[in-house]
Nanobody, 113 residues
Framework: QVRLVESGGDLVQPGGSLRLSCAAS????????MRWLRQAPGKGLEWISS???????MYADSVKGRFAISRDNAKNTLYLQMNSLKPEDTAVYYC???????RGQGTQVTVSS
């Protein structure tokens, strides 16, 4: 059974950093394109980053240069390192496999002073 569990969200001040984790089970993360998406209050799902099986990465313009996606093949876990956080980064963050919709509950990131 495919399962994705996000964690690591928190309340952080503007300019701060967080690292989100997405623990996967039921499949091998490195064999798929994996994505991070987010949903801000009152808005739809927004794609922010992907990592393909080869390890190449892609980012939305809104997070490019501040966020970094990675994976640990041994732990079958996806990560999102978020630096220089802004209030507009406040959202529930989800990971997803390939083009599928998020399966997990997401993790809340709140950027506020």
């Amino acid at each position: 059974q495919v399962r994705l569990v996000e964690s690591g969200g928190d309340l952080v001040q503007p300019g701060g950093s967080l690292r989100l984790s997405c623990a996967a089970s039921g499949f091998t993360v490195s064999q798929y394109t994996m994505r991070w998406l987010r949903q801000a209050p009152g808005k739809g799902l927004e794609w922010i980053s992907s990592i393909v099986s080869s390890g190449s990465t892609m980012y939305a313009d809104s997070v490019k240069g501040r966020f970094a996606i990675s994976r640990d093949n041994a732990k079958n876990t996806l990560y999102l390192q978020m630096n220089s956080l802004k209030p507009e980064d406040t959202a529930v963050y989800y990971c997803a496999r390939s083009t599928e919709r998020p399966r997990g509950q997401g993790t809340q990131v709140t950027v506020s002073s």
